[in-house]
């Protein structure tokens, strides 16, 4: 099948072609010179990714683009970690991610996807899912959760070194596939364009992210990197600034509904005060979008503060693709006037938020609620191990095992209760027990003689169950099935306390998956 291809097209036969693609499909795309910057400003607003400029700029008159369809629907984790292998320092893709080079950054499924795409072959290395999706038919799979963009950010402008001699320096045309790159010394490199690099990277930046030598071209000024931070923050980064109209919030302010905000939002909201910054950014959608593509917890629980009048918030207007991303300031911080965002911070205002995010914070003694939590757990697992060994919640649970799909007669299934808000704990109890199978136990997972699955506890199907057996924390349980019938299960009660021990909770997993395979020889 021949791939299909455009002549001078404008936006709207892009968007035409865009949605007439298969996921992931690509298009060729011929452009006079005169048209290719506005050419690749319309394929990023419809969504297109990994775009690819095949022609340089040695005298030929035309240009030839090679564009994907971007990503579909909602963003799902599975493990998933990408590293970028370029020459530059970081780069930055269609979606706003930005990947330090030297540094692991967890990514979605969907994002995975997308990075095993051609364009992306030479640069980035993607890590095979630590639980693909089609292996958790009993629950919903667990949306990706993101908010590291300004984080990112930040360790960016720490690496950042002095200035290059502005006299040693080249020109190069980069062809993409990243909307850009990053250098050791600022300089941002931009697709589509000629850029002033220092003349010390150009050999590498050739040789490892193929940018190729301007030749005839008018000379340009570098552009930095910590200048754009300083000067905007945290949105100097993205391509095409759209805010919203206006920026929305409530007429009048509950400061109660700082007592019970989000974790990760509470230390957020504090480090804006305490810094002084004008605003900070959230991507993912609002858990009660049913159309959102990423649902955030803490994306809802800064928009709940907007409609309790604490903050303001203004939507970045993104492709119909793109991950949401939303700018949010303290109550009428923000105005937008003709696409430009203005911010003028209300030192009063911040001051009473400060006031009951600290008191919020000092309610208890750190040390005092980490004793009470670890209590709880501890209680929690001996209250639960105490009801599962009844008769009747021993029927609760059986018929939740009873209904197991088994892909053979002869299966162990390791059982991973948890809770939509994924707490360290579980999360470590999961990754630790994906670890052994993966290195103690290959050739049984290979056999299709045991396997892991996670069951939702918040998930309404289960609902009944967690209170009739009294499951309060994340449980591991063993199940060996034999003739397609259950015949054994075990609560692993040491799970909780060997969390912090990755060598003992190993241990612990293999000696006991190990009892029970022995019993099938």
């Known amino acids: 099948m021949e791939k299909p291809q455009l002549n001078n097209p404008n936006e709207l036969q892009l968007d035409d072609a865009y949605r007439s693609l ?9 452009v006079d010179r005169a048209e290719l910057f506005k050419t690749m400003q319309n394929l990023e607003t419809i969504g297109y990714v990994g775009m690819e400029i095949k022609s340089d700029l040695r005298g030929k008159p035309r240009s030839i683009i090679n564009a994907y369809k971007g990503k579909h629907g909602p963003c799902f984790e599975t493990g998933r ?14 979606d706003n991610h930005l990947l330090i080079s030297g540094v692991v950054k967890l990514i979605c499924e969907k994002t995975a996807m ?12 993607v890590s095979s899912p630590t639980y693909p999706i089609n292996t958790r038919p009993f629950q919903k799979p667990v949306h990706f959760q993101d908010n ?13 070194t002095e200035y290059s001699n502005l006299k040693e320096r080249s020109l190069l045309f980069y062809p993409g596939p990243f909307r850009l790159l990053i250098l050791a010394d600022g300089t ?3 697709r589509g364009e000629v850029n002033n690099v220092p003349l010390t990277e150009t050999r590498q930046l050739i040789k490892m992210d193929r940018l190729q030598k301007a030749i005839n071209t008018a000379p340009v000024k570098p552009v930095y990197f910590q200048d754009l931070y300083a000067s905007q923050g945290s949105t100097c980064l993205i391509s095409d600034l759209k805010p919203s109209a206006k920026s929305t919030h409530a007429t009048t302010t509950d400061f109660f509904s700082l007592n019970k905000i989000h974790p990760a939002l509470q230390k957020r909201l ?11 950014i959230l991507t993912g959608s609002d858990p009660s979008d049913t159309f959102g593509c990423c649902p955030s917890e803490e994306v809802g629980a800064a928009n709940q503060l907007v409609r309790t009048g604490v903050l303001s918030a203004c939507a970045n207007q993104v492709g119909p693709q793109e991950c949401p991303l939303t700018i949010y300031a303290f109550k009428d911080e923000i105005t937008v006037l003709a696409n430009d965002l203005t911010f003028r911070m209300n030192e009063v205002f ?7 995010l600290k008191q919020k914070t000092n309610y208890w003694p750190k040390r005092v609620i980490r004793w009470l939590l670890l209590s709880f757990v501890t209680l929690s697992l001996l209250f639960a191990y105490v009801r599962f060994a009844t008769q009747a919640d021993k029927q609760s649970l059986a018929n939740l095992f009873d209904q197991i799909e088994l892909t053979q007669d002869e299966q162990i299934v390791i059982l991973l209760f948890h809770y939509q808000d994924r707490c360290p704990q579980c999360t470590r109890m999961e990754f630790y027990t994906a670890a ?3 290195e103690d136990f290959h050739e049984a997972v290979d056999q299709d003689l045991i396997r892991l699955q996670l069951i939702n506890m918040d998930h309404i199907d289960y609902q009944d169950l967690v209170d009739e057996s009294g499951l309060f924390a994340a449980t591991i349980f063993l199940l060996k099935y034999d003739q397609g019938e259950l015949k054994q299960k075990k609560i692993l009660k040491e799970a909780w306390s060997l969390y912090l021990d990755e060598k003992a909770f190993k241990k612990m997993l293999v000696q006991e998956v190990n009892e029970m395979l022995g019993e099938y020889e």
């Open 22 to 30: 298969p996921n992931h499909g690509m298009i060729e795309i011929l």
């Open 81 to 94: 970690k990408a590293s970028y292998m370029g020459a530059a320092l970081a780069a930055m893709d269609d």
């Open 114 to 125: 997308l990075y095993q795409l051609p364009p992306y072959d030479h640069v980035i290395t």
């Open 148 to 160: 590291r963009f300004e984080e990112d950010q930040e360790i960016l402008f720490g690496l950042i």
């Open 188 to 190: 941002v490199v931009k």
């Open 270 to 280: 504090a480090g804006v005060i305490e810094k002084k910054k004008d605003y900070f």
């Open 350 to 356: 911040r001051d009473n938020v400060y006031g009951y």
């Open 436 to 438: 052994v199978l993966e």
